[in-house]
């Protein structure tokens, strides 16, 4: 014999792995895990499945006196609307600074919000407007536009009926 | 029968019982009667759930008007305040866009007492910033953040930030052209994490920004859900958080061992004069030592005797008397200025300015160069700044003494000159010269967004700051100039925003030169 017999264990020794102990603990962390799986579940709340939101699509109608040049800002949109020889073409007026409704004027646009200055063709020349203004995707059926101020557009994209 | 009880009648008894409910129940309710002994005043302090978060006994240097300003009590008096008149204001307000604004108008002009109940709400709402800022600065020039306070100097922070939050979550709710695009601003500056992922193009997979502003509206534009979450914000969250982190800075005051004060505060302040009314008019019965000894980290150990004298009343009178201040305050605002009511919110037609509530128009100068580093970078970095003052400040000479530490007065004066000349200086460089974008149309967003008038004048701030570090041997000196400097900044760049800034954001000297359409 070269190990030493290891000594029964005795009626009055502890436990290894006390039960009560890890009864109390088992049913701690099931509680906690199912406090997290709740929380994780709350969290998802504040985000809907469907945004309430207006459409962004909407039809309107260009004025026929509509000179090269000229912006039209159909009335409740955030969008101007242009017209030349070679198409039509849509720019939001939406800043890309901080969200406000910039104004159409001869050069461009300017904000009234912080001073962003934006060429005709929506690009920033001066002010904190980290972004040009986007275009936005037109379709054209007679003289009736639809436009969808979801959509972008690449710069340059004029649209002929 | 075998009872030798004396004859009794029920309804004597009955009758007695009745007559004496009164008296009972003030017992019940008021366990330990007059607070006119040394030991009642304690027992009224430490019995009552409200009065026992300050101490039994209140120091002498906390009493002085000089060490305080009532600062402290005065924006709690103002959150009371706000508490109180809101509630009234919620009978008749309904968060629905389409009855907002007419809601606001009928308490203006319908109610009776509305408008002067809106008005307090407004000026308390508007002083409670103030003497939040103003007791945030009393608390670092009298070093009341060092150890072993520095948690409760957090929780101070915490509360700023819960002030603010109130503030700002209030002013969408009359639903006119001011709010909403303030508020569509403040959401654009919550989004504009994007001007960072954008010019790295990774929005796409990973757009912090867009996730804030849609948590905040609940939509993609200033709309009825909007309202609805700036409305249990304000009336709800950001009130019942205010108020926990109100009790727990309290508490820790006294469980901080009362406010800073030099330690010879004793000395100074020489034995308690003939009229501090009582002294000791009892023996204690009973002592807490032994608990005191028990946790050797309580802040009374070691000490002996201190210049204490009962909260109840000289600590408890000194604040109803701010308290009262701060309403008679209000109210006479209130009856001189009504809170400003602009048209009902049109989505397509900016205010030109439009303009945030005046403690953010430092903040708003600042955006006008970057949304991301004005709105969230450097604000951030102010905060972790002030957050991180009690971790590196680690000195003890000088605390509880106005503008104590190496330099002191002279130094803070040489700041407060650095901070307005720095900020000054390089606001009117950017208003008379414009910046990169102006001299360089085609730089890519990322310079603008690190280099930009706001950032350069963090780093000035930083720099003269590491300077007086090194020159005084001292964390307490940097953090003297630090925060003097970061109040000249707020200052001078409010002041450009609220005085000197006309339509489309250009530099005015004053109104009467703005562009008349």
Redesign the interface.
């Known amino acids: 014999m070269t190990t030493q017999a290891k000594a029964a264990r005795s009626r009055l020794d502890p436990e290894p792995i006390p039960r009560r102990d890890w009864l109390g603990l088992s049913s701690l962390w099931a509680a906690l895990s199912a406090f997290l799986f709740a929380t994780l579940g709350m969290i998802r709340l ?3 499945a469907v ?3 207006p459409s962004k699509k909407f039809r309107i109608h260009l004025p026929e006196n509509l000179q090269p040049g000229q912006a039209f800002v159909p ?4 969008v101007a609307v242009f017209r030349d020889e070679s198409g039509v073409w849509a720019i939001s007026t939406v800043c890309t ?5 910039v104004k159409p004027t001869a050069e461009g646009f ?6 962003s200055r934006f060429a005709a063709d929506g690009s ?5 407007a ?2 040009p203004l986007p275009w936005l995707k037109v379709n054209v059926s007679g003289n009736t536009l639809i436009v969808d101020a979801g959509a972008v557009a690449p710069a340059g994209s004029k649209v002929s009926a | 029968m075998s009872v030798a009880s004396p004859p009794r009648n029920p309804l004597q008894e009955f009758r007695g019982n009745l007559r004496a409910a009164p008296r009972r129940f003030l017992e019940s309710a008021f366990r330990t009667g007059k607070p006119a002994t040394d030991r009642t005043r304690s027992t009224f302090v430490f019995g009552n759930v409200f009065l026992h978060l300050h101490s039994v006994r209140t120091h002498l240097w906390s009493l002085r008007w000089r060490t305080t300003w009532g600062l402290g009590i005065a924006s709690a008096a103002a959150f009371f305040i706000t508490l109180i008149t809101g509630v009234l204001l919620m009978f008749y307000y309904k968060p629905y866009p389409e009855v907002a604004y007419d809601s606001i108008k009928d308490i203006h002009f319908v109610v009776p007492a509305g408008r002067f109940i809106r008005n307090i709400h407004r000026w308390a709402a508007n002083g409670m910033v103030v003497t939040v800022i103003l007791h945030m600065a009393r608390v670092f020039y009298t070093a009341a953040y060092r150890k072993p306070r520095e948690f409760n100097w957090l929780i101070g922070l915490a509360l700023l930030a819960t002030t603010l939050g109130l503030s700002f979550t209030g002013y969408l709710l009359p639903w006119d052209q001011l709010a909403y695009w303030a508020i569509t601003i403040g959401a654009n500056i919550a989004q504009s994490p994007r001007e960072v992922t954008d010019a790295l193009g990774i929005t796409e997979w990973f757009d912090p920004g867009g996730f804030q502003r849609l948590l905040l509206l609940g939509s993609d534009e200033v709309g009825a859900e909007a309202l609805i979450r700036f409305y249990l914000l304000h009336v709800m969250i950001l009130p019942l958080v205010l108020t926990a982190l109100l009790a727990v800075h309290i508490w820790r005051v006294r469980k901080d061992g009362g406010l800073a004060r030099p330690a010879d505060a004793d000395q100074r302040l020489g034995p308690p004069g003939e009229d501090v009314y009582p002294v000791f008019t009892q023996a204690p019965t009973r002592t807490y030592h032994l608990a005191a000894i028990v946790r050797g980290r309580t802040p009374a150990v070691g000490r002996g005797p201190e210049n204490t004298v009962p909260s109840m009343p000289h600590l408890f009178y000194a604040e109803l008397a701010v308290l009262m201040l701060t309403v008679f305050l209000c109210l006479a605002l209130s009856l001189i200025w009504d809170a400003p009511l602009k048209e009902l919110a049109n989505p397509s037609v900016p205010e030109n300015p439009a303009k945030a509530p005046w403690y953010f128009l430092g903040l708003q100068e600042m955006v006008s160069f970057s949304a991301f580093m004005g709105g969230i970078g450097i604000p951030a970095i102010v905060l972790l700044g002030l957050g991180l003052i009690p971790f590196l400040d680690r000195e003890e000479s000088g605390s509880g003494d106005w503008f104590g530490g190496p330099g002191g007065w002279p130094l803070v004066r040489r700041s407060i000159v650095w901070g307005l000349a720095a900020a000054a200086g390089i606001e009117a460089f950017a208003i008379q010269f414009g910046w990169l974008r102006q001299w360089f149309p085609h730089i890519p967003q990322l310079i603008i967004t690190a280099i930009n008038p706001g950032t350069v004048l963090t780093v000035a701030y930083g720099l003269y700051s590491l300077w007086l570090v090194k020159r005084y041997g001292s964390a307490r000196a940097g953090a003297l100039g630090l925060f003097t400097c970061f109040l000249c900044g707020f200052t001078v760049l409010t002041i450009i925003g609220t005085y000197f800034r006309g339509p489309n954001w250009e530099f005015y000297w004053s109104p009467s030169q703005w562009p008349s359409h």
């Open positions: 504040p985000k809907a945004l309430a939101s009335p409740g949109r955030s600074h901080l969200g406000c409704i300017e904000c009234p919000c912080h001073g920033v020349t001066k002010g904190p980290p972004r």
